[in-house]
């Protein structure tokens, strides 16, 4: 199977997973930890391309996981997310991988905010290694394994 195959399947496979647990994932520890994880994937190569930005934007907007929450909320905590990753990405990494690791009370949220960031990641049909890196580092905020998400 081409790799543009498998990242689109796994993509499209954590999306139903998500789907699955629309009605517990409501609580703002997720909603927060989701708009850091959205920013930090968007941002990962340490810059924010303003193409990714509207990308990124476009796909939480239409996210029906994420539709249990107003969409302006959503985007202003992801615009503040992301203005902090382009102000100092190391500083604010550190600030959004906080914000993240606030999800890991409960599993099902935890595990959720990683598939998020999967599929944000995988929806242009490239998870490239800067992704999958931040994704990986968002395990460990969560004290998640990363090869249980093939990271």
Known sequence: MALWDRIRESASTMQT????????????AFRDASMAMCAL?????GTVDPSERRRVAQLIATNEVLQNFPADDL??????????????????KVSVLQ???KAKKKPTEARAVIQIGIVIGGADGDFDKDEQAVVREACFALDLPPHEFDL
Do not use: P
């Not at 992301?82 to 604010?92: E, H, I, S, V």
């Open 17 to 28: 997973q998500l789907l699955a647990k629309k009605n517990d994932l409501k609580s703002g």
């Open 41 to 45: 994937v968007a941002a990962a190569d």
């Open 75 to 92: 985007h202003r905590r992801f615009e503040d997310n992301l203005n902090k990753l382009a102000a100092d990405f190391d500083f604010g």
């Open 99 to 101: 914000e993240i690791g």
